[in-house]
């Protein structure tokens, strides 16, 4: 059985990371995420947690150390954020390229400059190429969960890929929420001990990293690719197993208050709370808002976006971060290409909110719904994304 | 006087026949780095995990479907060798705790070129040394970036002329000197660092294993001498890094527990334009560009014979 | 007829090479434009022409004698160079 308390989320992460048994961790202090690897320092000091904690001196080192320790055989993970994140870049392509089960903890913040060390998704959106699965979590529950869940959805034999689980920088962070703390044993009844596929052995030499000649890399990248569209199936298989297990449930893209709604928002992270209350006013009014939420941002979940929407008028994608020059946001971008090819799709319409920290308020979603309401009414098109509350 | 001249009894039996580095890989005629692995490995053993860095040796060993080697190997990057080594080497020390890894002692070797090691890898190393873990870096140095086609980098010696350091009307080739970096591994006060050349083979064997059986961070730094970058003719590879040794270019010296002792001393070194004249790098240099690198050579040599000496003192 | 090339299923994941030392198949004897040849007269069997080879490519015969594994010599010479007997010399290659 579990306990239930209240706890600050990025404490939560740490104890979800020291319930799955970690083996290596390796980390560098930046903001939001540092009180997640202050925690597990703390708790393999204090014995609560054995394991190796490597405080490397940069995060390119830290994410490095992990596909040294997760190819010689040992359950890995770290946490980042923004620059750290960027840094790491190069290393996110070769640990998915190398198959290797590692799990990170993101908390979400803007990439400078200016230097901003409060919260928006262009960190983790710049890496959205890089072959990891990729969730998002809105609530601190989440966050516990998801951190748990990663492990063993990277170290499926059928995934054999690294996992991001996305927190918003100080926004979940930092804040203290109520939740549920599985017991040891529950933990291990779920997540067995890591079976490495690879793995560094002297009794059965292998070579990992070699150079793929033309000849070869496109067969391994269509290999790897493979592996992180199937690994969908494996991920709803895993969710199904966790909530016969804890009673949660996890969806690819989450659904509120959608039936026989005209408009929706959508939006990945902690600002669906807001949303949330946003549309509960909105429908207090009569106003037929529904609210989707991105929870598994790679693999896409095509179809269940699709299904999401199906029969609306409007989709207002709101995204946390710009791609500058480009369509606006990363997620609206990816909406509208996977409408693209419908015979019936609704209008979509993009927004900027909450970059560098800048709260989004139930005012913001407000506008968000009256603007899309009033593009669809013009017969859609206009601009292709508006930024919310940026003064002129 | 050089080792093996010291030694005519030259013992192969002493040695592993095992070849670790397997013959059939990539590496150019003479190639002074497979030959230093070659060797390495040979005293390093089969129970040893290999973390290289991208460059000519990652390149000549691992051809998918060809591999080079017969121990474990993982490439990752170029710049993280040490990194990479730190996470095998904290996993496989947990993994032992709890019972899911042999328990024999496995020697865990980052390998890296000059510029792996010097430049774009300097941080990942310095991380690693300063966090003490148990492994030996190994920088099989042949003093430019050959893999990309002999560019200039911090292990380039004066007066050598790359690709991007070309000897020209205005210019004598590489104008700074060449980085030291076996004195910035030490200044991690390390345990164990060496400089080694595998023209030396029992020097460059018992300094592996002496690496290999020091517990905490070792540093070998290996003189592989490269007939493609320096020009020279292929049969010559063991012939340069013993004159590199014998004019005082590159000493052969140990550091233990901070105590620095030389290996091989002259006492009378050879002129270093005995190095050079068999390197078409050094090809365009003139009489006043040789004097200075004799006096470089010169003043870093005589430095090092005092750093022995009052070193030794401190043992009396 | 060309040969049919292994399709994405069939590369092991990651492209690992679980074949130890696999190059050993590649002939890099053909690479060398001289060989070496050992005149056994003079030849003290002192191996210090295996321990200098880049590649690996000399071996310990029954008798006592190192022999040239001519599939892998490079044809580098720097055995013949380096013994100290000149027991060994670099003729031409013939192809």
């Known amino acids: 059985m579990g306990i239930r308390t209240g706890m600050e989320v990025s404490i939560a992460i740490s104890e979800a990371v020291k319930l799955s048994r970690a083996e290596v961790i390796a980390a560098y202090p930046i903001t939001p995420q540092t009180h997640i690897v202050e925690e597990l320092a703390r708790m393999v000091a204090d014995g609560e947690l054995d394991a190796k904690f490597i405080m490397v001196e940069s995060e390119h080192s830290a994410m490095s150390a992990c596909i040294g320790a997760a190819a010689a055989g040992a359950r890995s993970f770290t946490a980042t954020a923004a620059q750290g994140l960027a840094l790491m870049h190069e290393m996110l392509y070769i640990a998915s390229g190398l198959r290797l089960p590692v799990v990170m903890a993101v908390a979400n913040r803007a990439m400078s400059a200016p230097l901003s060390i409060w919260g928006d998704h262009s960190d983790i959106m710049a890496e959205r190429d890089s072959g990891w699965i990729q969730l998002f979590a809105e609530t601190g529950q989440d966050a516990f969960d998801l951190t748990i869940q990663a ?175 480009g369509q606006g946001g990363p997620m609206c971008s990816e909406l509208k290409s996977a409408m693209y090819n419908l015979e019936e799709k609704p209008f979509i319409a993009g927004f900027i909110a909450g970059l560098g920290g800048r709260d989004i308020t139930i005012e913001d979603f407000f506008t968000i719904v009256k603007e899309t309401k009033k593009m669809l009414e013009e017969g859609g098109g206009g601009e292709e994304y508006r930024m919310i509350g940026v003064r002129e | 006087m050089p080792q093996e001249k010291q030694h005519p009894g030259f013992i192969p039996r002493l040695i592993s026949p095992r070849e670790l580095f397997a013959e059939g890989n990539r590496g150019c005629q003479g190639c002074g780095e497979a030959l230093a692995i070659r060797q390495i490995l040979k005293a390093a053993g089969p129970d040893t995990i290999v973390c290289s860095a991208t460059g000519c040796v990652e390149i000549i060993s691992s051809p998918y479907p060809e591999t080079a080697w017969r121990v474990p190997w993982i490439h990752v990057a170029f710049e993280n060798a040490a990194a990479v080594a730190s996470g095998v080497e904290a996993a496989i020390k947990i993994l032992k705790k709890r019972g899911r890894y042999h328990d024999r002692k496995i020697n865990i070797i980052a390998l890296a070129g000059d510029g792996g090691t010097a430049d774009i890898g300097l941080q990942a190393l310095s991380g690693a040394f300063e966090r003490r873990h148990d492994f030996t870096y190994i920088c099989t140095d042949n003093e430019a970036y050959m893999n990309t086609g002999i560019q200039r980098s911090s292990a380039t010696p004066y007066g050598a002329s790359t690709t991007t350091s070309p000897a020209g009307k205005e ?66 590879t063991v012939e340069i890094g013993r004159l590199a040794v014998e004019t005082g270019v590159f000493p052969l010296y140990e550091i233990i527990e901070g105590r620095l002792k030389m290996n091989v001393v002259m006492e009378k070194r050879k002129p270093v334009k005995e190095y050079l004249k068999h390197q078409g790098r050094f090809r365009h240099l003139g009489p006043d560009e040789i004097e200075e690198i004799q006096r470089i050579v010169d003043e870093k040599y005589v430095r090092l014979l005092r750093r022995a000496e009052f070193d030794r003192s401190l043992e009396r | ?17 679980s074949k130890p030392g696999s190059c050993t198949y590649h002939n890099t004897g053909d690479w060398k434009t001289m060989r070496p040849v050992r005149d056994d007269s003079k030849c003290d069997k002192c191996g210090f022409c295996w321990i200098i080879c880049p590649d690996a490519a000399l071996f310990m015969g029954e008798d006592g004698y190192y022999e040239v594994d001519l599939y892998h010599c490079k044809g580098c010479g720097i055995c013949a160079h380096e013994c100290k007997k000149s027991a060994i010399r670099m003729i031409p290659e013939e192809h």
């Open chain 3, 1 to 17: 007829m060309t040969e049919k090339k292994p399709g994405w299923k069939e590369y092991p994941l990651a492209a690992v090479i």
């Open chain 2, 171 to 236: 210019s004598i080739g590489q104008t700074t000197p060449k980085k030291d970096m076996p004195m910035i591994a030490a200044a991690h006060d390390i345990p164990y660092v060496a400089t080694c050349c595998p023209s030396y083979p029992m020097d460059l064997l018992a300094k592996a294993a002496k690496a290999f059986n020091t517990e905490g961070p070792s540093y070998l730094h290996v003189l592989s001498p490269c007939p493609t970058g320096w020009r020279h003719e292929s049969h010559l």
């Open chain 1, 151 to 325: 492990f063993r959805i990277a170290e499926d034999e059928r995934v054999s890929l690294p996992v991001v689980v996305n927190i918003d920088g100080f926004t979940l962070s930092h804040v203290i929420e109520p939740l549920e703390i599985e017991s040891q044993e529950d933990v291990d009844r779920f997540l067995p001990p890591f079976k490495p596929v690879i793995q560094l052995d002297p009794d059965k030499p292998i070579s990992i990293g070699p150079v793929g000649f033309p000849e070869i890399y496109t067969e391994i990248k269509k290999q790897q690719n493979v592996a992180l569209v199937e690994s969908y199936k494996v991920i709803r298989e895993i969710w199904n197993e966790f909530r016969d297990m804890f009673g949660r449930e996890y969806h690819p893209v989450e659904s509120y208050r959608t039936e026989d709604a005209e408009i929706l928002i959508h939006i990945a992270g902690s600002t669906a709370g807001t949303a949330r209350i946003a549309v509960d006013m909105l429908r207090e009014k009569g106003e037929k808002v529904g609210l989707i939420r991105t929870r598994l941002w790679r693999p896409y979940p095509f179809e269940d976006m699709k299904k999401a929407v199906a029969g609306v008028k409007a989709v207002a994608a709101v995204d946390r971060c710009l791609s500058f020059g």
